[in-house]
């Protein structure tokens, strides 16, 4: 391990990489992907922050700026940045738990699920997970998110509350799993 530490002090490489959080622009467009609200459509104008297209498309204006983007160190468009700051602030979190785009693209989320022919709570737990973590639930998150929702892992996915379904969405999308990479 000294040697490795001797050849990569900044531990870029994979033998120890930093845990890094995703950019403003990825952790939209994931947002909007998991929803399956992504536009996929490349080229073209800028768009509202509002249109559901990547980030790299939504016009910035130096008086108006997008608020979610904003928050998370998005660059302001005035002039390049090689390399921006990565704050964590209380801003964020609250804007994560409690903002309008979040919750809205939990929503989006949910009823995304709740319209896939999985055929049973497990079945849709698991596939929350993969769409936001990129990975199947464990055992234990299984059951502590079927608890969550007031359920049994067995039980149809159609009697799911989709009330409950939005709630754990906008959890996974809060969490270190997905607004990290390792």
Same mark, same amino acid.
């Given at each position: 391990? !000294? ?7 900044? @531990? ?12 403003? @622009?990825? /952790? ?22 509002? !249109? ?13 700026? @997008? ?42 989320? +949910? ?6 022919? !999985?055929?049973?709570? +497990?079945?849709? /737990? ?26 049994? +892992? ?16 906008? /959890?996974?999308?809060?969490?270190? @799993? ?5």
């Amino acid at each position: 391990a !000294v040697r490795h530490q001797q050849q990569d002090p900044d @531990e870029r490489l994979l033998w120890r990489a930093r845990v890094r959080r995703l950019r403003a @622009e990825q /952790i939209r467009d994931a947002m909007l992907s998991a929803g399956d609200g992504l536009w996929h459509q490349l080229g073209g104008p800028g768009v509202e922050q509002a !249109v559901p297209r990547r980030a790299v498309y939504v016009n910035m204006f130096r008086n108006t700026t @997008e608020t979610f983007l904003h928050a998370f160190d998005a660059a302001n468009g005035l002039r390049s940045v090689a390399d921006r700051n990565t704050t964590t602030t209380p801003t964020q979190s609250l804007l994560l738990m409690n903002g309008n785009y979040a919750l809205r693209r939990a929503e989006e989320l +949910a009823d995304r699920l709740l319209q896939t022919r !999985v055929t049973d709570a +497990a079945a849709l /737990i698991d596939y929350a997970m993969r769409l936001t973590w990129g990975r199947g639930a464990t055992d234990t998150e299984l059951n502590r998110a079927a608890t969550f929702l007031g359920v049994n +892992a067995k039980q149809a996915a159609t009697e799911v509350p989709r009330q409950q379904l939005c709630d754990l969405c906008h /959890i996974l999308f809060n969490s270190n @799993e997905f607004l990290y990479l390792d």
